[in-house]
C-alpha cells in the first residue's frame, strides 16, 4: 500500500455514480441489510493503533500517556 501512496497519481482518481433517483428510508435500510447480511461480506480490518487503543480503553490501569 505505501509503494501506491508514492505514486504521483495517488488519491487523484475520478469516479462517478449515477442513480435512478433518491431512495427511500425504508430502501436504505434492505440495501444495507443486503450488503452486511450477504455471506460473503467481511468487514475491513481494523489498523494496528486502532487494535491497540480499544485494548487500552479496557484496562483500568491505563491513563491517558499510555
Known sequence: MDAARNDQNYGRGVASVSHGG???PEEVGEDLRRVFGAPDYHPP???????EVHGLVKRADVGIPE
Do not use: D
Open 22 to 24: 433518491w431512495l427511500s
Open 45 to 51: 480490518v481494523l489498523p494496528a493503533v486502532a487494535l
